[in-house]
């Protein structure tokens, strides 16, 4: 196949894949009152417990700003409380409130039914190659997020 076919099967599935999240993200906000990020923070924050946004952000797969920003909006809804450290105030936790662990019970799955039912139908080995693949891509689309922070000429800073 010709290099520009490769490329255009491959941004058709990436397509895809955002438009089906795109509309799985507004049945959830419907059925939950939550988009699919401020889900995957609630089901993150429920999972881990009581932690900082720092924690969060990584196990969510997000920045510390954008976390901070979700937890505000999980915290106007009352799904999340927010407090500070008595050891050392500046770290400020957060943990899931009975409303959030409410909303998370009658959430449906992240990945929607479809794809989630798909996805844990598939043989374990299957579900890695596939965890895999969309992990390359990832990694490929954030080294070009990456390059475009780069200054015009010379060598990257070091840090």
């Given at each position: 196949m010709a290099p520009e076919t490769d490329h255009a099967l491959l941004l058709k599935q990436i397509r895809r894949l955002v438009r089906a999240l795109d509309v799985h993200s507004r049945r959830i906000d419907r059925q939950v009152g939550l988009t699919l990020p401020q889900l995957m923070v609630l089901a993150a924050l429920g999972r881990l417990g009581e932690v900082t946004s720092r924690a969060?952000?990584?196990?969510?797969?997000?920045?510390?700003?954008?976390?901070?920003?979700?937890l505000d909006k999980l915290e106007a809804k009352g799904l999340v409380q927010r407090y500070r450290s008595v050891r050392d105030r500046r770290i400020v936790h957060a943990r899931v409130t009975p409303a959030g662990q409410a909303a998370l019970a009658r959430a449906p799955d992240p990945l929607g039914k479809r794809l989630g039912e798909g996805f844990?139908?598939?043989?374990?080995?299957?579900?890695?190659?596939?965890?895999?693949?969309?992990?390359?891509?990832?990694?490929?689309?954030?080294?070009?997020?990456?390059?475009?922070?780069?200054?015009?000429?010379?060598?990257?800073?070091?840090?």
């Open positions: 969060l952000a990584a196990e969510a797969d997000l920045s510390p700003p954008t976390v901070v920003g979700i844990r139908a598939l043989p374990p080995l299957k579900r890695q190659q596939v965890v895999g693949a969309l992990a390359l891509v990832g990694q490929l689309a954030g080294e070009e997020e990456a390059a475009d922070d780069l200054p015009e000429s010379g060598p990257a800073p070091m840090i």
